[in-house]
Antibody, heavy 121, light 110 residues
Framework: DVQLVESGGGLVKPGGSLRLSCAAS????????MNWVRQAPGKGLKWVSY????????YSADSVKGRFTISRDNAKNSLFLQMNSLRVEDTAVYYC??????????????WGQGALVTVSS | QSALTQPASVSGSPGQSITISCTGT?????????VSWYQQHPGKAPKLMIF???IRPSGVPNRFSGSKSGNTASLTISGLQAEDEADYFC???????????FGAGTKVTV
């Protein structure tokens, strides 16, 4: 079965840094593009970042460009999100989500359970 | 403010049909067939229900269906069941630098 397990969330002060990890299993990790999607408390989902299968290309939402960096280690079946210069408005549950491969591929076919990041002084 | 507009809530009785709308622009929904829908129960991860406007992944009941007309996509749940009570989010590929845009979500009450 496909499993995505996030870790690394926690409480951090504004301006601080945090690194999220997502451990993947049950599929050939290097065959899939991967995303981070976040959900602020009581709010809707927002796409954060995407990385291609080899890690050569990355894309990020304007709200996190220059502050967040997505990366992956295919040898360790792991996805990462380095978050710097954190702001209160970055508080959210961060989900690791696999890019679908059926059809257009412009969807998320599996999601992790999420990691809560709280930015507060 | 979310890029895609969904009703905040929709309700129905068991066995009835409901439809959730998702309205965007020509830069997202209207310009592609890359609309997907996700179901999220409280405290749980989202689950893919529909992709590419109307395709159901394996394991999703056929009472869930999707469609699109112009800049508006729709998710219809036929034969509503108690376990369908959840939040539903639409998303679309967008031609902007954001890649994806989401709706704010619709709470379905059975």
């Amino acid at each position: 079965d496909v499993q995505l397990v996030e870790s690394g969330g926690g409480l951090v002060k504004p301006g601080g840094s945090l690194r999220l990890s997502c451990a993947a299993s049950g599929f050939i990790f290097s065959d899939y593009g991967m995303n981070w999607v976040r959900q602020a408390p009581g709010k809707g989902l927002k796409w954060v970042s995407y990385i291609t299968t080899t890690g050569t290309d990355t894309y990020s939402a304007d709200s996190v460009k220059g502050r967040f960096t997505i990366s992956r280690d295919n040898a360790k079946n792991s996805l990462f999100l380095q978050m710097n210069s954190l702001r209160v408005e970055d508080t959210a549950v961060y989900y690791c989500a696999r890019r679908g491969v059926r059809g257009s591929g412009w969807h998320f076919d599996y999601w992790g359970q999420g990691a809560l990041v709280t930015v507060s002084s | 403010q979310s890029a895609l507009t969904q009703p905040a809530s929709v309700s129905g009785s068991p066995g009835q049909s409901i439809t959730i709308s998702c309205t965007g622009t020509s830069g997202d929904i209207g310009g592609s067939n890359y609309v997907s829908w996700y179901q999220q129960h409280p405290g749980k991860a989202p689950k893919l229900m529909i992709f590419d406007v109307s395709i159901r992944p394996s394991g999703v009941p056929n009472r869930f269906s999707g469609s699109k007309s112009g800049n508006t996509a729709s998710l219809t749940i036929s034969g509503l069941q108690a376990e369908d009570e959840a939040d539903y989010f639409c998303t679309s590929y967008t031609s902007t630098s954001s890649l994806y845009v989401f709706g704010a979500g619709t709470k379905v009450t059975v």
